[in-house]
């Protein structure tokens, strides 16, 4: 399996306006409604069953996250890419991709483990790091059917999946909370909750790709394995990189700053996964449009870029006015975070701009460059957090990671996306979002002050306002996106 068959590959698909829209709709609110209940699994655990044991859960969600990104590989992102632009080959491709997966997955469980070892951390750690690697065996079987809800602009069908398992795991949760259970019975919520996930992902997409890998060689392995090295090493790079802040602090500020930055990374990443919806719906259609149509792929982006900063900003406004509100609601003793959550919810949306436009880079072959990216950032991140976090602690860290993400990531994406794609964005409504962000948050705060639920209402209220008294958002633009991509 060296590249395509011979004769004339079938036509990419190209997806409507309507389908684009409604998939990115069902992204953005399916994935927030599923953050909402991971809020509500972090309070049980902050609330029943103390402050050590979330740091310790924190922790071990770190080490999951960065084993997910060796059991993935970038591969996901490859074979979407491939099976976008060749969709006859699709079944072929997804029962590599299968076979992939069973080949990472106890390797991945392996390094949880050995992290966990090496790291020396107490032996419940471990035993709890290898009950919980369990659930990557389950993960990789769910990122099969994720390649055929992204291709298919149906991620509706992961969404009730992934929701339909937080449910369970909340279950599970409330259980050991009843019965006093430890770090350890927690991770095995999080098998239980990935099992479900999994079996509700093959229930909803077994007619697409019935589980198999009849006709899968060494050749179509050793064939993906140098698809994907270059994107693999990004992801896991990727992967590392967020994860790495509360590592770094779990070893050098104890588990206590631990929980307070976890708290507020945890209660910011909603908005994170929300804007990626953005991104989920925009890779497939970049794929689909480069090379033959530069013009429907300089639209795309263009209309992500402004749509992940617009709806972000208001975010943040009622972020940053709300936040000791927003903490107290996962546990009282967690609002000392208040300070780190208002500068991680800017994070979010600075993120948003390169996991949106970033991707663009593996659709022009530019894997390479992406991956230097992602390598020198967190190179500059590990560094500028050996130096801040003994003396500044977690709010030094949020600081840290926001100033290594603008400057080593998004603004080198920005630059090399617009290059290696041949397309142009403006800066216009970004900027324009950004001033009207300061003002409704500094207003809101000194009309209401930063206490209480009201202001994290009012001020992303009066940031509409003000984004539609001055055409920063435009109705008309949101109702174009209903007209045929071909449309312009």
């Not at 770190?62 to 099976?83: H, P, Q």
């Not at 449910?167 to 991770?187: D, E, F, H, K, P």
């Not at 795309?300 to 609601?329: K, M, N, Y």
Request: charged share 15%.
């Amino acid at each position: 399996m060296s590249g395509p068959p011979a004769g004339t590959p079938a036509a990419p698909r190209v997806h409507s306006a309507a389908r684009v829209l409604r998939n990115t709709l069902v992204l953005a609110v399916g994935r927030n409604l599923i953050a909402l209940a991971r809020l509500a699994t972090l309070a049980i655990v902050a609330r029943g069953l103390g402050t050590d044991t979330f740091g310790q859960y924190a922790l071990l969600i770190a080490l999951l996250i960065v084993a997910e990104g060796l059991l993935d590989f970038g591969s996901n992102e490859v074979f979407v890419r491939e099976i976008a632009g060749n969709p006859q080959r699709r079944t072929h491709l997804l029962r590599v991709l299968l076979a992939g997966r069973l080949l990472h997955a106890p390797l991945a469980w392996g390094f949880v483990v050995a992290a966990a070892v090496l790291l020396g951390y107490e032996r419940t750690i471990v035993e709890a790091a290898a009950v919980g690697g369990l659930s990557l065996l389950f993960l990789g079987g769910v990122m099969v059917y994720r390649a055929v809800f992204r291709t298919e602009l149906t991620m509706e069908r992961e969404i009730v999946a992934e929701f339909v398992s937080v449910i369970c795991m909340l279950g599970a949760l409330l259980w050991v909370a009843r019965n006093g259970g430890g770090i350890v019975q927690v991770m095995a919520c999080t098998v239980i909750s990935r099992a479900v996930y999994f079996a509700m992902a093959w229930g909803l997409g077994r007619r697409e790709f019935p589980l198999s890998i009849a006709g899968v060689t060494r050749a179509d392995l050793a064939w993906s394995w140098r698809l994907c090295v270059a994107v693999g090493m990004a992801a896991c790079v990727v992967m590392l990189y967020d994860p790495m802040d509360v590592l770094l602090l779990s070893r050098l500020g104890g588990f206590e700053d631990t929980a307070h930055f976890a708290a507020a990374q945890r209660l910011a990443w909603p908005l994170l996964i929300t804007l990626s919806a953005v991104s989920g719906t925009l890779y497939p259609v970049a794929s689909a449009a480069w090379p033959h149509d530069v013009p429907r792929l300089e639209r795309a982006c263009q209309r992500g870029f402004d749509t992940v900063v617009v709806f972000g900003l208001a975010a943040v406004s009622g972020g940053i006015a709300g936040a000791e509100f927003l903490l107290a609601l996962i546990g009282p003793e967690l609002v000392a975070g208040a300070p780190a959550f208002g500068v991680l919810v800017v994070l979010c949306v600075v993120k948003a701009i390169s996991m949106t436009l970033g991707p663009v880079l593996l659709v022009v072959r530019a894997q390479r460059v992406a991956l230097a990216i992602v390598g020198i950032a967190l190179v500059a991140k590990v560094v500028a957090s050996l130096l801040v976090i003994p003396r500044y602690g977690f709010v030094g860290l949020a600081w840290t990671a926001l100033a290594v993400e603008a400057i080593f990531v998004t603004l080198p994406c920005l630059v090399v996306v617009s290059r290696r794609a041949g397309i142009r964005l403006r800066f216009g409504v970004v900027l324009r979002a950004a001033l009207i962000c300061a003002i409704a948050t500094l207003a809101t705060q000194a009309w209401l002050g930063a206490h209480g639920l009201w202001p994290a209402l009012m001020a992303p209220a009066l940031y509409f306002a003000l984004a539609l008294a001055t055409g920063t958002l435009r109705p008309s633009e949101l109702k174009r996106l209903k007209q045929p991509e071909d449309a312009g």
